[in-house]
């Protein structure tokens, strides 16, 4: 296959779970880390021990400077670009809006939102037919929290996800001639570290019972989403948000 894919955010959870069916598919894939270098490398290894190629890129995908390095490090070691998945995303602890101050949405906004904007211009510089490239898809990573609100818990996460939806059809229809498919998913309750940055490491169990399956998802099953996506097999499918949510 020889793609190039960057998966933003994929030392862990669902970006993790994304870069290594991404390896075993044939993806060549840049591991993109904020961190967490460690957990970044150990996913290279996997990749690179099955067969794959990858590399672990470290970049802060909320400052510009940062995004522009990372999409050029990829040009100089692994070749241009035809998959980008904007999975990069972070919330805070549990919260009535009323307790929130300009600094937190700061923080959620600039990497779930801004972050996601600023790694597409790039992607989309490189796979544009317009600009000489040869097409490509990206799939953003929102969550069903964009249609639920969150209430009580994490309003600026959900307002953000509702961002990156809108963002998602925009760019799907802005690029759709030019060779670029623009996707999203919306994932669940997802049994993922993330519901420890939010302070309730047991969040799943509690919730689940809201879920008409009774469960959480995995990270494994929202990967394999995106990369249906990714591939061929979606080639009519652009502007959508897929929902992996368990009837939530």
């Not at 990069?88 to 937190?104: C, F, K, P, S, Y």
């Not at 959480?216 to 992996?244: C, F, H, N, Q, R």
Request: charged share 25%.
């Amino acid at each position: 296959m020889d793609e190039v894919l960057i998966i933003t955010g994929a030392s862990r959870g669902i970006g993790a779970a994304t870069a290594r069916i991404a390896g075993r598919s044939g993806y060549v894939v840049c591991v993109n880390y904020l961190k967490n270098k460690a957990a970044a490398k150990q996913i290279v290894e996997e990749i690179n021990a099955d067969g794959g190629r990858a590399l672990a890129v470290g970049a802060d995908i909320s400052r510009e400077e940062e995004v522009v390095k990372l999409f050029c490090t990829v040009d100089d070691k692994l070749g241009k670009i035809s998959a980008l998945v904007n999975n990069a995303g972070i919330l805070e602890t549990q919260m009535r809006i009323e307790d929130m101050n300009a600094a937190r949405l700061n923080r959620v906004f600039l990497t779930n939102v801004i972050g996601s904007f600023l790694c597409a211009r790039e992607a989309v510089k490189r796979m544009s037919t317009k600009n000489g490239g040869k097409g490509g898809a990206i799939v953003n990573v929102s969550s069903a929290a964009a249609r639920l609100g969150s209430a009580g818990e994490y309003v600026d996460y959900a307002a953000s996800k509702g961002a990156v939806d809108t963002f998602t059809r925009g760019l799907a229809q802005e690029v759709a001639e030019e060779g670029i498919r623009v996707n999203a998913v919306r994932p669940g309750v997802i049994d993922t570290d993330i519901h420890s940055s939010g302070g309730e490491p047991g969040r799943v169990e509690r919730v689940k019972a809201s879920i008409p399956m009774k469960r959480g998802g995995s990270a494994e099953e929202v990967a394999k989403a995106i990369m249906w996506l990714l591939s061929s097999e979606s080639s009519y499918t652009t502007g959508s948000l897929l929902e992996v949510s368990g009837g939530r």
